[in-house]
Nanobody, 120 residues
Framework: QVQLVESGGGLVQAGGSLRLSCAASGRTLSRYTMGWFRQAPGKESEFVAAIWSGGSTYYADSVKGRFTISRDNAKNTVYLQMYSLKPEDTAVYYC??????????????RGQGTQVTVSS
């Protein structure tokens, strides 16, 4: 089983930036497709970004061009760099081992999440 711990969330003004980190233990992440998901109050969980073991990436349209997912397999860590943040980006962000099912993304293991709040 993989244990995932997110960090780096916080309060930022609209237009600002944040970098989220996800540290893993238990298993090496290199074999997994990793992803970031988010959930805003009263809304369902939403896929944000994914990175395959080979380094290819995929983004939700809502964050494309503003967010960058990356991974450092040597550190067993995944990152989400967020630029030009908007109030609608406010959510709890979760790191997870991601699974592509048809055209939808799901997760197997997920961390406890880190809160991102963007003020207008």
């Amino acid at each position: 089983q993989v244990q995932l711990v997110e960090s780096g969330g916080g309060l930022v003004q609209a237009g600002g930036s944040l970098r989220l980190s996800c540290a893993a233990s238990g298993r090496t992440l290199s074999r997994y497709t990793m992803g970031w998901f988010r959930q805003a109050p009263g809304k369902e969980s939403e896929f944000v970004a994914a990175i395959w073991s080979g380094g290819s990436t995929y983004y939700a349209d809502s964050v494309k061009g503003r967010f960058t997912i990356s991974r450092d397999n040597a550190k067993n860590t995944v990152y989400l760099q967020m630029y030009s943040l908007k109030p609608e980006d406010t959510a709890v962000y979760y790191c997870a081992t991601a699974i592509l099912k048809g055209s939808s993304w799901a997760y197997e293991y997920r961390g406890q999440g880190t809160q991102v709040t963007v003020s207008s």
